[in-house]
């Protein structure tokens, strides 16, 4: 059953990695001082400045599209570990949830601040919740490699043309595979026992219990054929709100290049960016599309300010969720967040 409940206000994990932190800003400004001495910025900014506002307004809508789209999926896995959660609790988290992605390492660190206030949603079930964003995660990356190999397959003898592009799609192509032969395995491994800690104490039965809730959640997971398929439809459609947003852009700079070329590139650039080395892929983006893109004939200052508009538009939302979260906190979490779980 639900109860109300509130939530203490405590800070999230990552206010003590502040030197992690400081360090990969530095990666993102390092990277970025570099592409700075490579493109002419006076033309990047007009670029930015002509482009057609009606285009740029609907890539700031098709951006917006995906937390709605992903929030139901996450609501659907969680209702298969019998965790109810409201609509508008799972729209709260994931706004907040972009708003961290802004500002932390990577294009993934506000899925652990989601899992942090996720397990104070359902405090008798934490990890099993906790695990749910993972696996939500963990679907919608495998679908975005399984579509980003099949454009890069169907296009391929375009790509292979340039070795820039060949080498991106070929590397596309290893880690899908990859991913795919590990999920057997790993689903083996926790279908094989129960896991057990060597060590004993409070701490360690601590995490033995919250181990166990994970290989619950996986076998429960195993067995919802229908939720999983169902999720896979929704990550296809959060994609296919991305791929709009490009195409957006794309028009909103009058840029001429294949489509097709623009949305595989993109996978490639989304994997390399969501490694926790800069600050929301900052510096990564704009290299990797300056090079990728640039094989294809877009002229540096093209792919700069693609990149930046790209950044600019999620920092829209990513705003929205500093709102959110301000909201999230003082409530604390509001009277609809801050619904706990009692077991």
Not at 21 to 39: G, N
Not at 297 to 326: D, N
Request: hydrophobic share 55%; net charge positive.
């Amino acid at each position: 059953m639900e109860r109300e409940g509130t939530f203490e206000g405590r800070r999230v994990p990552w206010q003590r990695g502040a030197w992690k932190w400081a360090a990969r800003a530095a990666v993102s400004s390092i990277l970025l001082a570099w592409i700075a001495t490579r493109v002419d910025w006076k033309q990047i900014g007009k670029l930015a400045l002509a482009g057609r506002p009606v285009w740029l307004g609907l890539a700031i809508l098709f951006a917006g599209l995906s937390t709605p789209i992903t929030s139901v999926r996450w609501r659907i896995l969680l209702a298969v570990l019998e965790l109810p959660l409201s609509f508008r609790q799972a729209m709260a988290l994931g706004f907040v949830g972009k708003f961290f992605n802004a500002i932390l390492p990577g294009s993934t660190s506000g899925d652990f601040v989601r899992i942090f206030y996720a397990t104070r949603v359902f405090p008798g079930k934490g990890a099993m919740a906790g695990f749910s964003v993972l696996y939500d995660r963990f679907l919608e990356g495998v679908v975005l490699l399984v579509l980003g190999s099949l454009l890069a397959a169907a296009f391929y003898p375009e790509l292979a043309a340039r070795a820039v592009l060949r080498n991106a799609a070929l590397s596309l192509f290893l880690l899908t595979l990859a991913t795919l032969v590990a999920i057997p395995v790993l689903l083996r491994g926790f279908a094989s026992g129960r896991l057990r800690l060597p060590s004993s104490g409070k701490t360690a039965a601590r995490l033995e219990k919250a181990l166990q809730e994970v290989l619950s959640a996986v076998q429960l997971y195993r067995k919802a054929t229908r939720a999983n398929w169902i999720a896979v439809g929704l990550s296809v459609l959060a994609h296919g709100s991305s791929a709009a947003l490009l195409w957006a852009l794309m028009q909103a700079l009058r840029l001429e290049l294949p489509f097709w070329l623009l949305v595989t590139t993109m996978v490639v650039v989304n994997v390399a960016v969501a490694l926790p080395v800069s600050i929301s892929g900052l510096g990564i983006r704009e290299g990797a599309l300056l090079y990728l893109l640039g094989s294809f004939g877009v002229s540096r200052e093209e792919a700069v300010a693609f990149s930046l508009l790209l950044f600019a538009v999620g920092l829209v939302w990513s705003l929205v969720g500093g709102i959110v979260y301000l909201y999230y906190r003082s409530s604390p979490v509001g009277a609809e967040c801050g619904r706990s779980y009692n077991p």
